[in-house]
């Protein structure tokens, strides 16, 4: 499992409970998951994520797919290819989720 090495807030216009997180993580596996929690991250539902990588790309760890379900976020990182990534030691990612 990826662990988140740092979290931003931002404050949004979106009305009602709404909020921006970006969250930092380094990944430990080709597919990795992070997991949200009510008490620490103050979210209770994810509306959308996505993620870049910030650092570790190569043509072994080109780009990433992700996707959510609950407070789940799965990130799988992909060779140029588009197959399983062979190389993410060192591979950091920046992720946006928008939730409530």
Excluded at 53 to 77: D, E, N
């Amino acid at each position: 499992m990826a662990e988140i090495t740092d979290t931003i807030v931002k404050t949004t216009e979106f009305a009602g409970a709404y909020k921006i997180q970006i969250l930092t993580a380094t990944l430990t596996t080709a597919s990795d998951t992070i997991v949200l929690t009510a008490a620490a991250n103050g979210m209770s539902e994810i509306i959308f994520a996505d993620a870049h990588l910030t650092a570790g790309v190569s043509a072994a760890c080109s780009h990433l797919q992700v996707s959510y379900s609950a407070l789940t976020i799965t990130i799988a990182s992909k060779a140029a290819a588009g197959t399983a990534a062979t190389a993410w030691i060192d591979t950091t990612v920046e992720i946006l989720v928008i939730g409530k």
